[in-house]
């Protein structure tokens, strides 16, 4: 069975469209950029007959302006950043593609080339590569690293950051799919994992909404039912392990029992909705631990609809990113 708090299928799978008028016209409330590493969902695309294709707006792929301290900086489409951010930009992508190598310690493999040892299946070197990571950065934010890599005697692209500017230019730069500044608190090694997983690399648009995914599990058909005749519209409020095995506790105070459950909520609705990392939950105490150790970051988005592409005949911005409130919604 599945447990579904929302009424409807797919969780951040979820597209709107405008208005049932042109339904084609969709706003992705969810996830919306899905790059090509991620051979899974490709697959299940690729199953499904769901085209994707790569006209993201990502930054620096399109015309993009960069709002920085209340000046606007343009950055032409596949070109360089503009001047003022160059040794930000050439510093870390010296860091992706070469490593690091600190003053004390074994030298840290280039983000690239772990990504290069999983593809290839060396498993083992990519593990042994990752803990020299974990071992040197394990506990630290993604701010107080970039100090460690850019501000020493030998920081990667060979030129040392400027304390506080290039900072504060490379959290409103960013890479990938946005600027860094509001992730500086997040720890660096989750950073890092995206690099590694190709994850702000070539990132792709569902024309048909991602949702249109969740839509086509649900029509599966698997011991004479869909998945959606399985769906059960009802929260759980608290899942547990008993004797009788793993009890799930509905909103209604009724109880269901499985052998297995696996949860898709968000972190905070395990915590605090689920009471999943409460004493006599469903989890050890490691898991419990590493389930509240996870930095939440969370992003708003608004949409609007306009009457035309007014952007593709006045050679306006296709992306625009600022250090200032937008950012911060």
Same mark, same amino acid.
């Given at each position: #069975?599945?447990?579904?708090?929302? @009424?409807?299928?797919?969780? /951040? $799978? ?8 042109? =339904? ?8 919306? /950029? %899905? =790059? ?5 969902? %490709? ?8 085209? *994707? ?48 190598? !600190? ?17 290839? @299946? ?19 934010? %993604? ?11 030998? !920081? !990667? ?27 500086? =608190?997040? $720890? ?36 004479? /039912?869909?998945?959606?005749? /399985? ?13 009788? @095995? ?5 909103? &209604? ?5 499985? &052998?297995?459950?696996?949860?898709? *909520?968000?972190?905070?609705? #395990? ?6 990392? *409460? !004493? *006599?939950?469903?989890?050890? =105490? ?26 593709? &005949? ?13 950012? &911060?919604?």
């Amino acid at each position: #069975m599945l447990y579904e708090a929302s @009424g409807r299928i797919g969780g /951040r $799978a979820y597209s709107i469209s405008f208005t049932s008028q042109a =339904p084609a016209f969709l706003a992705e409330m969810g996830a919306m /950029r %899905f =790059p090509r590493s991620e051979h899974s969902l %490709f697959h299940y695309l690729d199953q499904f007959g769901i085209e *994707a294709n790569s006209n993201f707006p990502d930054p620096g792929e399109v015309l993009t302006n960069l709002g920085y301290q209340g000046q606007t900086y343009t950055w032409l489409a596949k070109g360089n950043p503009p001047d003022m951010f160059a040794t930000v930009h050439a510093s870390w992508t010296a860091f992706i593609s070469d490593g690091f190598t !600190p003053s004390s310690g074994p030298a840290l493999l280039a983000p690239v080339a772990i990504t290069e040892l999983l593809r290839t @299946g060396q498993h083992g070197a990519a593990r042994s590569a990752w803990q020299a990571y974990i071992d040197m950065f394990g506990n630290q934010s %993604f701010y107080s690293v970039l100090q460690t890599l850019f501000s020493g005697a030998h !920081p !990667p692209g060979g030129k040392p950051w400027r304390n506080p500017d290039d900072y504060e230019l490379f959290g409103a730069l960013g890479v990938g799919s946005s600027g860094l500044g509001p992730m500086y =608190p997040v $720890a660096f090694l989750e950073i890092v994992c995206l690099m590694v997983d190709e994850l702000e690399t070539d990132q792709l648009f569902i024309p048909a909404g991602i949702e249109s995914l969740a839509q086509a599990f649900s029509q599966q058909v698997f011991g004479g /039912r869909s998945i959606a005749r /399985r769906v059960v519209d009802t929260p759980v409020s608290r899942i547990a392990r008993t004797g009788e @095995g793993v009890m799930l506790t509905l909103a &209604d105070g009724s109880n269901e029992f499985a &052998d297995r459950v696996i949860v898709t *909520a968000s972190t905070r609705a #395990m915590q605090v909705d689920m009471a999943l990392t *409460a !004493p *006599a939950s469903a989890l050890s =105490p490691q898991q419990c631990s590493a389930v509240n150790d996870v930095h939440p970051t969370s992003s708003s988005k608004v949409f609007v609809m306009t009457q035309r592409k007014f952007w593709l &005949d006045e050679n306006l911005p296709s992306n625009i990113q600022t250090d200032t409130l937008v950012r &911060d919604v």
